[in-house]
C-alpha cells in the first residue's frame, strides 16, 4: 500500500461529495465523519518458546445508528487505525445500501498469521477477544471473517465471550462453523453476493455473462468463490492472482482445480500448473484486456499510479476499498463501468445477518430459502442504486453513498443527538 494512501480519508471524501449532492449541511451528517468508538488493545501472546510477543488490535465502531454494529476481523501485517476506521464505516454505508437493521464496524490486529503456530494463533485470538469483549455482544456489536480470519477463528471468539459470559452465545460472532450456529451459505455469501451483482448489471447492459472475459485479483474466501461461481455462469476466466502469483490464460482456467490446489498448498497459487498457462505479475493481471476485473483482496490496488492502464471495460468490487478516489476519477473519464464494494460484496454481510437472525430464533433455514432471499435483497439494492445512478446522472458509487447516507441521516434524526 502508498505511504501516502489514507483508506480513511479517502471514505471522507466520496461521503462529502454524497453529502453535498444531496442537498445535506455539514451539520446533517457531522457525526458520521467520525466513529462512534475506537478501542486499541495490547495483545500479549506466550509463544511457544517461552517469550511473549505483544500484538496491536482494534476495534473500531463507526455507527449505531440503524442497529447494533457490525463487521468482520482482519489479520494483517498493514493493519492500521486508519485503515480499521474505514473499513468500519464501509460497513455502516454497506448495511444500510441492503437495508438490513445494522450499523458498522471493524477489528483488526496488526499481525501475519502465517507466522503463528496453531497454538499461539488461538491463544491471540482468545486474548483479542477478551481484550474488546466490553464493548462486543449480539445486540451490541457482532464480528465476522474478513481476511485472513476464517470459521475456525469465528469458533474460537464465540467460545472466548461464551466462557467469560457463562453461558453459549452464538450470536455474539457470525460466519462460525455449521455445528456451532453457523448458517448455511455463509461461507459462499459475498462470492454469491458478487456474481449476482454482475448478472445484475450484465442484464441491464445487455450482455450475456457467456461473452464475458474476467480477470480475478485474490483468491482467498471471496475470490475464489466469486470465480467458480461466475464461470458456473459462464464466463471465462482468464487472469487470477493472489499475493504470491498471478496467471493467464487464454483459454480459461479451471477454476475448481485452482482451488483444490491452492487449498493444499497453504492457500498459495504459486506453482499451479495447466497447459499454455502463463505466470504473469499482478500489475499485468490488473491491466489484462478483458471485459471484467474483479478485485477481491485488499484496497487500494487500483490507484493514481496504474489507473489509466486498467483495460477492463466493467470492475466489479469485490474487496472493499479496491479502488482510490484518484483512480474513480481517471476511470470514470475512461467510461469504465464500477460496481461499488458497498453493492457488490455486501452479500457477506446479508447472511451473516440471516446466520444472527437465525440464532436469535434458534432456528435454522434451508440453504435455498437462505440464497433465494440474499439474491432478492441483491436485487433490490441493485436496482436502487441503478435508479439513483440513471435519474442523477452520478456512478455507481455516488448513487450507493447517495443511498446509503440517506438512509443513515434519516435515522440520525429521528433519533437525534444524545444527549
Ligand atoms: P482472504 O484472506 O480469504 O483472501 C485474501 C486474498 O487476497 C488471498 O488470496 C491473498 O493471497 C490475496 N492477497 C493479499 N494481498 C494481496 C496482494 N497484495 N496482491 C494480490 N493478492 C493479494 O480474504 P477475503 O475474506 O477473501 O477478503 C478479500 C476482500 O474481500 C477484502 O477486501 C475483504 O475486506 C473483502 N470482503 C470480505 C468478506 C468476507 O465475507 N470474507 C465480505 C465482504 C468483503
Not at 261 to 278: C, F, P, R, T, V
Request: glycine share 8%.
Amino acid at each position: 500500500m502508498n505511504k501516502e494512501y489514507n483508506p480513511y480519508q479517502n471514505m471522507l471524501r466520496v461521503l462529502d461529495d454524497a453529502a453535498i449532492k444531496l442537498g445535506l449541511q455539514k451539520n446533517d451528517y457531522i457525526t458520521l465523519r467520525f466513529p462512534e468508538r475506537q478501542l486499541v488493545v495490547s495483545v500479549p501472546v506466550v509463544m511457544d518458546d517461552g517469550h511473549t510477543e505483544v500484538f496491536e488490535g482494534y476495534r473500531v465502531q463507526h455507527s449505531s445508528t440503524r442497529g447494533p454494529c457490525k463487521g468482520g476481523i482482519r489479520f494483517h501485517p498493514d493493519s492500521n487505525i486508519d485503515e480499521v476506521k474505514a473499513l468500519a464505516a464501509w460497513m455502516t454505508w454497506k448495511c444500510a445500501v441492503v437495508n438490513i437493521p445494522y450499523g458498522g464496524a471493524k477489528g483488526g490486529i496488526k499481525v501475519d498469521p502465517a507466522k503463528l503456530t496453531e497454538n499461539e494463533l488461538r491463544k491471540m485470538v482468545r486474548r483479542y477477544t477478551a481484550m474488546i469483549l466490553p464493548v462486543l455482544g449480539p445486540e451490541k456489536d457482532i464480528p465476522a471473517p474478513d481476511v485472513n480470519t476464517d470459521a475456525k477463528i469465528m469458533a474460537w471468539i464465540m467460545d472466548t465471550f461464551s466462557m467469560i459470559k457463562g453461558y453459549a452465545v452464538p450470536a455474539v460472532v457470525t460466519g462460525k462453523p455449521l455445528e456451532i450456529g453457523g448458517s448455511l451459505g455463509r461461507n459462499e455469501a459475498t462470492g454469491r453476493g458478487v456474481m449476482f451483482t454482475l448478472l445484475n448489471l450484465l442484464e441491464k447492459i445487455n450482455c450475456d455473462p457467456k461473452n464475458m472475459t474476467v480477470a480475478v485479483q485474490g483468491f482467498g474466501n471471496v475470490g475464489s468463490v466469486t470465480a467458480k461461481l461466475i464461470q458456473k455462469q459462464g464466463c471465462k476466466i482468464v487472469g487470477i492472482g493472489d499475493a504470491f502469483c498471478a496467471l493467464y490464460k487464454k483459454t480459461g482456467i479451471n477454476i475448481e482445480a485452482a482451488i483444490k490446489y491452492a487449498a493444499e498448498n497453504g492457500k498459495s497459487l504459486a506453482g499451479y500448473q495447466e497447459d499454455d498457462i502463463e505466470i504473469i505479475t499482478n500489475d499485468e493481471l490488473l491491466a489484462l484486456d478483458v471485459d471484467v476485473l474483479c478485485p477481491a483482496a485488499l484496497e487500494n490496488q487500483i490507484n493514481g499510479d496504474n489507473a489509466d492502464r486498467i483495460r477492463a471495460k466493467i470492475i466489479v468490487e469485490a474487496a472493499n476499498g479496491p479502488t482510490a478516489k484518484e483512480a474513480d476519477e481517471v476511470l470514470d473519464i475512461k467510461g469504465t463501468k464500477i460496481v461499488p464494494d458497498i453493492l457488490a460484496n455486501a452479500g457477506g454481510v446479508v447472511v451473516s445477518y440471516f446466520e444472527w437472525v437465525q440464532n436469535q430464533e434458534s432456528f435454522m433455514w434451508d440453504e435455498d430459502y437462505i440464497n433465494n432471499n440474499l439474491k432478492k435483497i441483491m436485487k433490490k439494492s441493485f436496482d436502487d442504486i441503478w435508479k439513483i445512478h440513471i435519474e442523477k446522472n452520478v456512478s455507481m458509487r455516488m448513487a450507493a453513498y447517495i443511498l446509503a447516507l440517506d438512509r443513515v441521516v434519516r435515522a440520525k434524526r429521528l433519533r437525534g443527538v444524545f444527549p
